[in-house]
């Protein structure tokens, strides 16, 4: 229904994860980097962890179909919870091994004399494994024995392990795992998106099915859907799905924050994905100031002067900020309009400076004025720049504030 509404050659957001759609954002052009390291290593263990959904089987999608089959022969496998001798019998049967029935010994056996059929024939061996954390530490042991294997002194077989953030915290505190850690040569934990990276990666899936504008989108909604997702591939995909679906029901031709909120909507109310209050409210243009997080605590109002309680000396440093806003705000608008006023001087004097230089012979001294109030600006702008990084320093200050006040209240 979306395709065939939208003209679309395929779905641009599914699910499965498809070498097609990859798109290298900062973290997954980073973890290439560190698996193109590794490969190049030939041995070992290389790891890449990360949150469900962040693109781990794309990114490996991506590095199956880009690899030379001629010079690596890689096979893959998505655990469950396997024991020691299941995991060696798995291992055997992703590279086309018939171990059936066989004991663990055999299997091993077949093993080690495959991957050095493979090595005299010039081919390099990978083994990937998905959903590591769902390994026993048996299992695991076992994949380290296996990178025993070798032909002389080359290793016959190197593996990639990937997995949630669980593995990468039990790899790294394990004793169990000393020896397994000790050979891990490379690894990478893929964070999610940018806000930034969101828009370019939407439009680089619909790109891929013949997007031509139809429907259009609303850059507004880039953001709001960044933070609806956490920047979480899967995620994005699985709103921007139901939207183009809401837009072909509903025959829209462009996608705003009105079609997207009502998507997070329903997606709540089915708890189809984890979505934020904030998210789903309708959106607005912030404040100038931010309200403080705890709505008991407020700014007493210039005309009431009470004695104050005396601070304990954690918030003392903090509450002069409140003090302080008002008067850097006020700063930092002065400023603006110095700036602005500078700027359209210079500009009167750029339209007046070719006229004026043909009557008065003095250039150099029209040059020297202009040259002054270029000056006079990038001193305004620097003085700008100073202003509104001790406002954001004072902003800061008083959220940390705010918030510490808040958590003593609950603790109390």
Not at 150 to 168: K, N, V
Not at 193 to 219: C, I, K, T
Not at 253 to 279: F, H, N, W, Y
Request: glycine share 6%; aromatic share 6%.
């Amino acid at each position: 229904m979306v395709e065939d509404f939208y003209g679309f050659a395929g779905r641009p957001f599914q699910l499965t994860p498809d070498p097609d759609f990859y798109f290298e954002s900062a973290t997954h052009r980073k973890a290439l980097s560190y698996l193109g390291y590794g490969l190049a290593q030939g041995e070992g263990f290389i790891v890449i962890t990360g949150e469900v959904g962040a693109g781990k089987s794309t990114l490996v999608a991506h590095l199956m179909a880009t690899i030379d089959r001629a010079r690596l022969t890689a096979a893959q496998i998505v655990t469950s919870a396997l024991d020691g001798s299941e995991m060696v019998h798995v291992a055997a049967q992703s590279f086309g091994l018939d171990v059936a029935g066989k004991d663990k010994a055999s299997a091993l056996k077949a093993i080690e004399l495959f991957l050095q059929g493979e090595a005299r024939a010039g081919r390099r061996c990978l083994l990937v494994v998905d959903e590591a954390q769902n390994l026993s530490i048996a299992a695991l042991e076992e994949l380290r024995m296996l990178s025993n294997f070798q032909l002389g002194s080359h290793p016959l077989l190197q593996t990639l392990l990937l997995g949630q953030p669980e593995f990468r915290s039990l790899l790294a505190h394990s004793d169990e795992l000393e020896q397994l850690r000790q050979r891990v040569i490379a690894s990478h934990h893929l964070e999610a998106m940018d806000a930034g990276e969101v828009g370019p990666y939407v439009e680089h899936r619909l790109a891929r099915v013949g997007w031509q504008n139809d429907p259009s989108f609303d850059q507004r909604v880039y953001p709001e859907l960044a933070k609806a997702t956490g920047g979480i591939p899967r995620r994005i995909n699985q709103i921007m799905a139901r939207m183009l679906l809401l837009g072909a029901v509903e025959q829209r031709k462009r996608i705003d924050c009105g079609t997207l909120q009502a998507v997070l909507a329903d997606m709540a109310r089915d708890g189809a994905v984890p979505i934020s209050v904030e998210a789903v409210a309708p959106v607005e243009v912030a404040p100038r100031v931010p309200e403080p997080a705890n709505p008991t605590v407020a700014f007493p109002p210039k005309q009431e002067r009470h004695p104050e309680p005396e601070l304990p000396l954690a918030e003392q440093s903090a509450a002069p900020a409140m003090v302080d806003i008002q008067a850097a705000l006020a700063t930092r608008d002065v400023l603006i309009a110095e700036l602005q006023e500078a700027v359209i001087e210079l500009s009167n004097w750029g339209e007046l400076a070719q006229p004026v230089a043909r009557l008065v012979p003095d250039e150099d001294r029209i040059v020297a004025l202009l040259a002054g109030i270029e000056e006079r600006i990038n001193g305004i702008e620097d003085r700008l720049s100073e202003q509104e990084q001790t406002l954001r320093h004072t902003l800061t200050m008083l959220i940390e504030w705010i918030e510490d006040d808040d958590q003593q209240r609950h603790a109390a």
